[in-house]
């Protein structure tokens, strides 16, 4: 447990940290501020970061489905810009990653920033994924405002996926990039990329609701069969059918291992399979039955 006093004192030291690179304007927000100290209070260490990964214990298959689509068409727009796109389940744990920039792929490993990955803020303090969940809206954090020093190489915003049919927070939608690239850009465009996914979801979630067969084929923790894949997990199966290996797949796709990995785990989940070898007869026979 952190005392008061240790409390005020490291909370004393962060601040001096972050007046100390921006040239000494006292300009510590206030949810930054709070979120500082509710990191210390976790126990999170600033100059250690130690971040929990795992498999993804709820991928949320329908949040999946609506915002594959949105990732897959601003990730070929923003190719060469040094923008990651992140997309997190309500636990603040990232189900899916973006990042064409070998550079910054390779940075972004070593910070754990990936598929599986618990970015809570009791896990790795103060970052935007989180606050964007603790909310009330979009967020952004630049620099030496993350809690932990490891994370001031970036700046990030995100903000909260709500399903529009229960207005609860299913998720969080976020981009990333070096802090030396932070702008003013960054919240808008996260908001209209949230917006489209919102939308989304609206779509497929009255269009299940009329289809109950179908909804149990594509949505929830149990989906199976081969409807039940995301475009992304579609084209890992293409490739992977090829006989091309996790890293190969990584390096066509512009994601990491980890996130051929994670897709691949929900791959045989979802097709009942234990085997290379047996997805690769499955995506013959469906290629085989599509017209």
Known sequence: MVTRQALDETLDGLVDRLLAT??????????????????????????????????IYESQELLEKAAAPVLDRLSDDLVDSGVVLLLANRYAQIIDRRVPDPGLRRKLDGLVLVPGADYRERSVGTNAISLALVGPGPNQVIGSEHFSENLSYLACAAAPVIDPATRTVVGAMGLSCRASLANSLMIPFVKRATWEIERRLAVITATELTTPDSRRSVAGPHAFGWDALTKSEQKVVGLVAQGLTNRAVAERLFVSPYTVDSHLRNIFRKLDIGSRVELARIAVEHAQDEP
């Open 22 to 55: 921006t040239q000494g304007i006292p300009s510590v927000r206030t949810e930054i501020f709070a979120s500082w100290r509710r990191s210390l209070a976790y126990g999170v260490a600033p100059d250690r970061l130690e971040v929990p990964i795992g498999a």
